[in-house]
């Protein structure tokens, strides 16, 4: 069975910095390109940020500049680095893993609450 398990939302100040952590199943870890998304209370969901097997990143033009993906291989683990955070990034943040080639799939985190207080 596939998971993804995030951790290290929380309540930040504006201006500070937290690290979100998705660890996957092996299985598929190595084979997917890991995601963030968040979502804000009436708001549809948003890409934040991907890395795909290879490395190569890509992140929302919202938080370019203070948001850094990562993801260590050998832990099977994708990481969210937030920095000088805003209130408007206040959401609940979900890990994702796709692949889009054979075999392709789409696998969803359970969430995990990010408030940034003013």
């Known amino acids: 069975q596939v998971q993804l398990v995030e951790s290290g939302g929380g309540l930040v100040q504006a201006g500070g910095s937290l690290r979100l952590s998705c660890a996957a199943s092996r299985i598929i870890f190595s084979i997917s390109t890991m995601g963030w998304y968040r979502q804000a209370p009436g708001k549809q969901r948003e890409l934040v940020a991907t890395?795909?097997?290879?490395?190569?990143?890509s992140i929302a033009d919202s938080v370019k500049g203070r948001f850094t993906i990562s993801r260590d291989n050998a832990k099977n683990t994708v990481y969210l680095q937030m920095n000088s955070l805003k209130p408007e990034d206040t959401a609940v943040y979900y890990c994702n893993a796709q692949r889009v080639s054979l075999p392709v799939y789409h696998y969803w985190g359970q969430g995990t609450q990010v408030t940034v207080s003013s």
């Open positions: 890395i795909t097997s290879g490395g190569s990143t």
